[in-house]
């Protein structure tokens, strides 16, 4: 028991750094924090595309019989760093609710600049609709989840038709997105991050999701932790704002005292007491054709 509480201790203190910016602090996380038991791995590396980046990992929960629903996490790490490895603790954690979980890397800067981040996404959704039922997945219904720069790459496939009419698909092919910490009203570019990723995009305010809502949208859940210093909460005040005007259905939840990273760590078994983040993205899909959360 005492080792067990000072390895939560150091997870919580590591939870409490800007954990996002860091992928090794991310690694270290995923290693060393227990995962859910009712999931499974099933499927690693699976190809979407020629490039090395572009694969993906599936994971199941345990007891699945029959098609499940789907749904495919996009991470984030300011578009130029994270990978799908690091983040087994949330497809563990989707699988053991009762989804088929779909994690995929996607190329990142400086190998790449926008679009090609979303257009990698939007490439590993087709592959999903086409190829999850094999897997015990329900392509008719999938549902997209993001935290941070992923975030913005799920609402850019949410609001921009154009990434999924590329592959052949359409927002309306999405039974609802849950965004976590978004960027979606960020100009001018500021940080060096933003300026490597959208500096060279020849029309600055098409990057922005915010100037993309349209009433034909899925539905949306938006959530941001109130001491989120990393991407500001006017983010998602701003971007539900727009989506009630337009009127999309969507959900925009705060929660306070709660960090930028400690809103993906919030997804993880041991630190869902500190926000009911997954509790609440859970019952969001519920809504929309998924599987009611466990009490």
Same mark, same amino acid.
Request: with cysteine; aromatic share 10%.
């Given at each position: 028991? !005492?080792?067990?509480?000072?390895?939560?201790?150091?997870?919580?203190?590591?939870?409490?750094?800007?954990?996002?910016?860091?992928?090794?602090?991310?690694?270290?996380?995923?290693?060393?924090?227990?995962?859910?038991? /009712?999931?499974? $791995?099933?499927?690693?590396?699976? =190809?979407?595309?020629?490039?090395?980046?572009?694969?993906?990992?599936?994971? $199941?929960?345990?007891?699945?019989?029959?098609?499940?629903?789907?749904? *495919?996490?996009? @991470?984030? /790490?300011?578009?130029?760093?994270?990978?799908?490895?690091?983040?087994?603790?949330?497809?563990?954690?989707?699988?053991?609710? /009762?989804? #088929?979980?779909?994690?995929?890397? @996607?190329?990142?800067?400086? +190998?790449?600049?926008?679009?090609?981040?979303? +257009?990698?996404?939007?490439?590993?959704?087709?592959?999903?609709?086409?190829? !999850?039922?094999?897997?015990?997945?329900?392509?008719? $219904?999938? *549902?997209?989840?993001?935290?941070?720069?992923?975030?913005?790459?799920?609402?850019?496939?949410?609001?921009?038709?154009?990434?999924?009419? =590329?592959?052949?698909?359409?927002?309306?092919?999405?039974?609802?997105?849950?965004?976590?910490?978004?960027?979606?009203?960020?100009?001018?570019?500021?940080?060096?991050?933003?300026?490597?990723?959208?500096?060279?995009?020849?029309?600055?305010?098409?990057?922005?999701?915010?100037?993309?809502?349209?009433?034909?949208?899925?539905?949306?859940?938006?959530?941001?932790?109130?001491?989120?210093?990393?991407?500001?909460?006017?983010?998602?005040?701003?971007?539900? +704002?727009?989506?009630?005007?337009? /009127? #999309?259905?969507?959900?925009?939840?705060?929660?306070?005292?709660?960090?930028?990273?400690?809103?993906? #760590?919030?997804?993880?078994?041991?630190?869902?007491? $500190?926000?009911?983040?997954?509790?609440?993205?859970?019952? *969001?899909?519920?809504?929309?054709?998924?599987?009611?959360?466990?009490?």
């Amino acid at each position: 028991m !005492i080792l067990r509480s000072t390895i939560l201790s150091f997870l919580a203190a590591l939870a409490m750094t800007p954990l996002l910016a860091s992928c090794s602090k991310v690694a270290l996380f995923d290693t060393l924090v227990p995962y859910d038991s /009712g999931a499974r $791995r099933v499927a690693h590396d699976v =190809a979407y595309g020629d490039e090395p980046r572009q694969s993906l990992d599936i994971y $199941r929960p345990k007891n699945a019989s029959g098609s499940t629903p789907v749904v *495919f996490f996009i @991470y984030g /790490g300011s578009w130029d760093s994270g990978s799908k490895a690091n983040y087994a603790f949330v497809g563990n954690a989707f699988a053991a609710a /009762g989804y #088929v979980t779909v994690i995929a890397d @996607y190329r990142l800067v400086p +190998e790449v600049r926008y679009p090609a981040f979303v +257009e990698d996404d939007a490439k590993a959704l087709a592959w999903t609709v086409h190829n !999850i039922a094999r897997y015990g997945g329900d392509p008719h $219904r999938l *549902f997209v989840a993001a935290h941070s720069a992923g975030s913005y790459n799920a609402m850019m496939l949410a609001s921009d038709p154009h990434f999924l009419r =590329a592959e052949g698909l359409s927002p309306s092919d999405l039974s609802g997105v849950a965004a976590l910490s978004g960027p979606y009203d960020f100009l001018p570019l500021a940080a060096p991050s933003t300026k490597a990723a959208f500096g060279n995009a020849p029309d600055l305010k098409a990057t922005q999701p915010i100037n993309h809502v349209h009433s034909g949208m899925p539905p949306i859940f938006l959530a941001t932790g109130r001491a989120d210093t990393t991407v500001r909460p006017r983010n998602t005040t701003l971007m539900g +704002e727009k989506l009630a005007a337009a /009127g #999309v259905p969507h959900t925009v939840k705060t929660y306070p005292d709660i960090g930028h990273a400690g809103m993906v #760590v919030a997804l993880a078994r041991p630190f869902r007491g $500190r926000a009911p983040v997954l509790h609440d993205m859970l019952a *969001f899909f519920a809504r929309h054709g998924g599987v009611a959360p466990s009490q």
